[in-house]
């Protein structure tokens, strides 16, 4: 060993110990691997384990058990009986609301029914539904019920059947689905223009459905930076469900009225006219 060093030189050991001077602490170098993981990445990981938990391919008779509407709540904590969050999930929209931060949803796509529970994505939202008795507050409820959202799990119980009041449309968030709204009608030839349906779909993305002046309906998808990458005319055959209820114009200008139509102003999270809603009366 003492002949390997000496062999080094002086001018070795010079440049090694400058080398080791320069070089980063040890604990840089595990740098990336202290990142904090981002919404996506935590979305995944508790993804892949709530989807685990539903085990396999469901039956007929376990499929039955989650068809329909589904009204889901959670609490601050396990012992409360007020809600920190609630979700109505209906067969053509998913509403999600949390007290002072806003709602948020979309349109869901196709259930997937596992042994255990069923899970539908939703825009933004992975909901995963299972049916056990679950204990909210002082009551207790014949589902548990997760919501996974911008990288946080809800937690919370659940029911069949929606929730007596208004019930949620694709208009429930408008204001949310305004710059959508806008870049869609931008495109538009002749005027005024109905939107007839807007949501979230995939990565980041709006579907916007709406009818021009003339009478063609158009579809229009915008993609996460705000630009417009379709705007293809549809026939009157294809429709979503809840399409056309509401529907709703921009601008200032008031719709004319229309038999067995309610008209009302649309306005913004900060009271700022959007525009209006053209409702089904009759």
Do not use: K
Request: glycine share 12%; aromatic share 6%; net charge negative.
């Amino acid at each position: 060993m003492r002949t390997t060093i000496r062999g080094l030189g002086f001018g070795g050991v010079v440049l090694a110990l400058a080398l080791f001077a320069c070089s980063p602490p040890a604990q840089r170098n595990d740098e990336s691997s202290s990142t904090p993981p981002s919404n996506e990445q935590r979305e995944a990981a508790i993804a892949a384990q709530q989807l685990a938990a539903l085990g396999g391919a469901a039956d007929a008779a376990t499929q039955a058990n989650y068809t329909g509407d589904f009204q889901a709540s959670g609490g601050l904590d396990a012992d409360s009986d007020e809600g920190a969050w609630e979700l109505s999930l209906l067969s053509d929209y998913a509403q999600f609301t949390r007290p002072g931060l806003g709602d948020d949803g979309g349109i869901p796509g196709d259930r997937q029914f596992h042994q255990h529970g069923m899970r539908v994505v939703a825009g933004p939202l992975t909901i995963t539904i299972m049916e056990q008795p679950c204990q909210a507050g002082t009551t207790q409820q014949p589902y548990v019920a997760h919501v996974l959202f911008e990288g946080v799990a809800y937690d919370g119980c659940a029911r069949r059947g929606a929730q007596q009041g208004e019930r949620p449309t694709w208009a429930s968030v408008l204001p949310d689905l305004i710059p959508a709204i806008d870049a869609c009608v931008a495109r538009v030839t002749t005027r005024p223009a109905r939107i007839t349906f807007a949501g979230a779909i995939d990565e980041g993305q709006t579907n916007v459905r709406l009818r021009e002046g003339d009478g063609t309906r158009r579809e229009c998808i915008v993609d996460g930076s705000g630009q417009v990458s379709a705007y293809d005319p549809i026939s009157d055959l294809d429709r979503r469900g809840g399409e056309g209820d509401p529907e709703f114009q921009r601008g200032g200008n008031q719709p004319r009225a229309e038999r067995c139509r309610t008209i009302a102003p649309a306005t913004g999270h900060d009271g700022a006219p959007l525009g209006w809603l053209i409702r089904r009366s009759c």
